[in-house]
């Protein structure tokens, strides 16, 4: 039991690793593109995207709440 929980300590331990490696590499980038005065433009372009991710995220979990599962979903039934 107690190399279990080791083992799961240290996946948690490197998941949050990768997580804050992202996070200081994203902010890297956007702190390069303001440097450079780049960052309105990578907005202009990223802010549809953005808003089109947050919509099928939001459609999907609308049909989460409705109750079909996915594989029914698949099927083309509701």
Known sequence: METYLNLMLIRFGL???GLVVLAL???AIAL???R?????????YADPVMRAGL???ARRLEGRRSG????R?????R
Request: proline share 0%.
């Open 36 to 44: 450079r005065g780049k960052l309105d433009e990578v907005r202009r």
């Open 73 to 77: 979903r698949q099927d083309g039934q």
């Open 15 to 17: 998941i949050v690793g």
């Open 25 to 27: 590499l994203v902010f």
């Open 55 to 57: 919509r099928a995220a």
């Open 68 to 71: 079909a599962s996915w594989s």
């Open 32 to 34: 390069t593109l303001k």
